[in-house]
């Protein structure tokens, strides 16, 4: 059973700093994409950025472009999302995914999707 398990979300001023971390367990994911997607309130959900976890592609929405960084850990089974200079717009809940279409911004190609953790970034 393929589990994707986020930590890392919470509340923090605009300009700052967080890093999320998504654990992924069930399956051997070396011909996976793994990505990040995000649903503010009211919003629907959107495309953050996505990492092939062989080889290390990776692909970012314009809106995290130079801000947000995304990468993995092989030994960890662990994909990351590193988040700089957030603003306010960046609130959300954000959700680990892993699909086998490549990297691609789809939601409908993505298999597997954890529960979410919620950013809040104040003004």
């Known amino acids: 059973q393929v589990q994707l398990v986020e930590s890392g979300g919470g509340l923090v001023q605009a300009g700052g700093s967080l890093r999320l971390s998504c654990a992924a367990s069930?399956?051997?994911?070396?011909?996976?994409?793994m990505g990040w997607f995000r649903q503010a309130p009211g919003k629907e959900r959107e495309f953050v950025a996505a990492?092939?976890?062989?080889?290390?592609?990776?692909y970012y929405a314009d809106s995290v472009k130079g801000r947000f960084t995304i990468s993995r850990d092989n030994a960890k089974n662990t994909v990351y999302l590193q988040m700089n200079s957030l603003k306010p717009e960046d609130t959300a809940v954000y959700y680990c995914?892993?699909?086998?279409?490549?990297?691609?911004?789809?939601?409908?190609?993505?298999?597997?999707w954890g529960q979410g953790t919620q950013v809040t970034v104040s003004s």
């Open positions: 990492i092939m976890w062989s080889g290390g592609r990776t």
């Open positions: 995914v892993a699909g086998t279409r490549g990297l691609t911004r789809r939601e409908w190609d993505y298999d597997y």
């Open positions: 069930g399956r051997t994911f070396s011909s996976y994409a």
